[in-house]
């Protein structure tokens, strides 16, 4: 099975329950306009934390009709991340969504010891693309979280977006392991360590998924560049996923499909007990709806 278009993710949110997601400092134009989609959608059911005079006055100013949220109200953007993070925790909203705050204190309220939503040792930012210049949507990792993640991170990234694609009926996902080259240089660590990824990998150490490597872009996601190349694997041309070496080439790639191409993406951070929405300023309204269907479909 493949996914061929993002409208997909919707289809597969809407055959879930309704999830419920808690938006952190809420007071934010963007991300209420795609919560109201969301919500029209009938893909989530909100709670808005932050300013309520200012979150009722966007909300009104766009039509997201007041019986479609909640609003706890807290000034502080500090502390409603902390609310967040707690309703997640406490059992009450399943989807966790940064509006009007910067990412460091929300992550630092995630990662809390004792209050917060670690599920693993470590996160990762999964990003799933459609773009016309290949068959099907393609996941990259990682383009925001993890700054140059060392062997053990590694296996936690390559197994955080494996667990999307599960999740999204994707069963044995293909895993290019990118690096500059396709052959192992002692001098470029990345290709070192995708020849021991793959290697992990055939001796089951990562599981469901088939992991190859090294890979150069190019030979991961083209079959006529990986047979002029020699190169005979079932991952090369037909990646569903691609790992990139660390975060400089991971969100160099990402930005490159965004606005170098026409690629439009839903993105999470994984790895927490309940998924993370966690998009950019520069995202559009359509990225951010299409992360919120990614996360409730999970």
Known sequence: MSLKSLEELIVLAKEKPKRRIAVASAADLPVLEAI??????NLVEPFLIGNMEEITVLAESIGLKRDHYQIIDEKDPITACSIAVALIKDGKADILMKGMVPTAPLLKAVLHKEKGLRNRDTLSHFALF???FYHKLIGISDAAMNISPNLDEKVCIIENAVYVMNQLGIKNPKVAILAPLETVN????SSVDAATLTRMNKENQILNCLVYGPL???NAVSIVAARHKGIFSDVA?????LITPDLNSGNILYK??????????AAIITGSTAPIV??????????????IALAAAL
């Open 278 to 291: 966690l998009t950019s300023r520069a995202d559009s309204e359509m990225n951010k709806l299409y992360s």
């Open 216 to 218: 150069a872009l190019d």
């Open 36 to 41: 109201k989609k969301a919500c029209y959608l």
């Open 130 to 132: 459609q773009t016309s």
């Open 256 to 265: 490159s499909m965004t606005f170098l191409s026409d690629g439009i993406a």
């Open 186 to 189: 002692d001098k470029i660590s």
């Open 237 to 241: 041309g037909d990646a569903d996923i």
